[in-house]
């Protein structure tokens, strides 16, 4: 038989006392309340700064998204409101087509004007040929030479405004044509 030992039950159940005494102390001091709000502490010095400057990037590119979608927003409205502007741009453009209309008119008109100032035969003379001429106004045939040659000077001038149509300026999609 085998010989068991008495007192080596009791000194194993003081000994399990005593391990689990042991352990719970080391529980106890591992998650003291001190020593939790230390490891607390550093974990929220070490993880809050990165998290609060993120938090700032986060804020500032909201804010960022904010203007951006307020402009998309603005050329939105710009853009549809561009086509209310299509009428007002066509009366720009037909009244660009009539004033450079009129000023061709105006500008043909003064040409012709001054075209007849030049239609004087003295004048085209006088500013050719330099001569020193005779007084001949005691010769009554060259007096009614230069008559006859003025008044047939004058006539087909007058002739030649008569036969030719005055010029119609035609607009032909933003270009215009002088027709004669």
Same mark, same amino acid.
């Given at each position: ?108 008109? @003064?040409?012709? =004007?001054? &075209?007849?100032?030049?239609?004087? %035969?003295?004048?085209?003379? /006088?500013? !050719? +040929? ?28 007058? @002739?030649?405004? =008569?036969? &030719?149509?005055?010029?119609?300026? %035609?607009?032909?999609?933003? /270009?215009? !044509? +002088?027709?004669?």
């Amino acid at each position: 038989m085998a010989f068991v030992y008495q007192g080596d039950a009791e000194l194993e159940a003081k000994a399990k006392k005593a391990a689990e005494r042991i352990s719970e102390n080391m529980h106890i001091v591992a998650n003291e309340p001190s020593l939790a709000l230390y490891r607390l502490q550093e974990h929220v010095r070490k993880a809050l700064p990165p998290m609060v400057e993120r938090r700032v990037d986060v804020t500032k590119l909201q804010h960022e998204l904010q203007g951006r979608c307020y402009d998309v927003e603005y050329a939105l409205s710009a853009v549809k409101s561009m086509d209310g502007a299509e009428n007002s741009f066509k009366n720009i453009q037909e009244m660009l087509k009539q004033s450079i209309f009129l000023k061709q008119q105006l500008k043909y008109e @003064e040409n012709r =004007r001054n &075209k007849k100032d030049k239609d004087s %035969v003295y004048k085209r003379l /006088s500013a !050719h +040929i330099v001569l020193d001429l005779p007084d001949l106004s005691e010769f009554p045939m060259v007096r009614e030479t230069t008559n006859r040659i003025e008044n047939m000077m004058r006539g087909s001038s007058v @002739e030649l405004h =008569r036969q &030719k149509p005055n010029a119609v300026i %035609v607009c032909e999609n933003a /270009s215009y !044509h +002088i027709r004669r």
